[in-house]
């Protein structure tokens, strides 16, 4: 990839120290895999290269994907596979609750790939998925981080109706660099997306990835936009170069960066921000939390 795929034509920068982690390893790191693996389900943690893996499997946190590890899109920021998907498996939301179960979470994060060659973008297996999740840990916290669904109005309320506590759908990006790093997205339908659900009394959620060569007056007004969307909890982190093939991070943001945008994003009015090198959108928040239990 050449200079002129880059953001403003600029090199690729080097990485700095504090994105630096520990690959997992450890008893509960091995139970979260195994039993993942035994119910046959894809992650984002694996699929996406999630530098929190290790801290998370730990922790018994993880993002469960679902309609399968092959998405119909191909972002350039992305690492999951974009061949062609494979019909749903109708067996999987049982297998995730199982999983669930199992793991005895008490939050629980659920993804999906793109599915645009669905009539209804996979929103029955969504909603299967969330009551049948529901069943298996009563408690739990499930929070939803749904693809946009082409804008389809009626498969976004097929997945509010299971009854998430949480949903997320990320913009990712500013408006500007989506013809570059998501062609196939539309900014303005991911935050009609994201107003329809705030409107329904959803905890809404996004999430911006930073260091694509993005401005600082291009950050606020994102940040602006999804305030005014209705957006209640905003998740900032730096972008991560998946491989030579995807687009290169323009800018490495220190971590004192990271928090005066977190600052900047509480004074637009949004309640919930959390931010950093390796904040990713199904990050396990502390503030969060205490956000949607009513703390």
Known sequence: MNNSDKPDGMPAAKKPDWLR???GHGPEHRRMRDILKENRLHTVCEEALCPNIGECWKCGHATIMILGGTCSRNCRFCNVSDQQPLPPDIDEPQRVAAAVGQLSLKHIVITSVTRDDLADGGAAIWAETVSRVRKAAPQAVVEVLIPDFNGDMTALHTVINAGPDILGHNLETV?????MARPQADYRRSLTLLA?????????KTGIMLGMGETAQEIRQTITDARDAG?????LGQYLQPSKQHLPVAEYINPDRFEQLRQIALEIGIPVVAAGPLIRSSYPS??????VNGG
């Open 21 to 23: 982690v520990k690959l």
């Open 175 to 179: 408006p500007r660099l989506y013809p």
């Open 196 to 204: 329809a659900a705030a409107q329904t009394g959803c905890h809404t």
């Open 231 to 235: 957006v209640s909890i905003l998740y």
């Open 286 to 291: 502390a503030d969060q939390t205490a956000f």
